[in-house]
């Protein structure tokens, strides 16, 4: 597998009927490295849970690491389906880990130090995502400079 794309997360609008929502291009590698949001029409957001109930989702995904869908909601006998004017944010979120122990000597398999780099480039994207929402002091701003919003301060 190679990381091909900086897609970071997936927003999926409702429209009444629909259940399944693909979330690639973005690849996981295990069923808990999804967090999804339910953002309604009014733009009350709420983190939806992962499981069999009538608000929660159930991911269609059968190969890790891989690409796949969400069915929303994942009981969809009771569940009613997301409404036009709601989305869902799909996000991948990974544990900030590396588990790859290269021994000396060792068996070699590729696609497991391929696994490692790529694992590495999606924490990258992950940790983007959150810089590109947040605050910035500029450029020229001193280090150590309290950045606080107070009248008496001006950060131009």
């Known amino acids: 597998m190679t990381v091909e794309t900086t897609v970071k997360k997936v927003t999926a609008a409702g429209n009444g009927a629909a259940t399944v929502f693909s979330y690639s291009p973005m690849n996981i590698f295990a069923p808990t490295d999804l967090v999804v949001v339910k953002r309604s029409a009014s733009g009350v957001k ?8 009538v608000s929660d989702f159930a991911i269609n995904q059968t190969v890790f690491p891989g690409t796949g869908s969400i069915t ?23 544990p900030v880990l590396q588990l790859v122990d290269l021994e000396n000597q060792g068996g070699y398999f590729p696609e ?4 490692a780099f790529d694992y590495g ?16 002091a500029p450029l020229s701003a001193p280090a150590g400079v309290d950045h606080r919003a107070a009248p008496d301060r001006d950060f131009t």
Do not use: H, N, S
């Open 72 to 94: 929303y909601p994942a009981d969809l006998d009771l569940g009613t389906p997301l409404a036009t004017g709601e989305t869902l944010t799909i996000k991948r979120v990974l």
């Open 46 to 53: 709420t983190t939806v849970a992962r499981g069999t109930g």
């Open 112 to 115: 497991v130090q391929e696994d």
């Open 121 to 136: 480039i999606m924490i990258a994207l992950q940790q983007q995502e959150e810089i590109d929402r947040a605050i910035k």
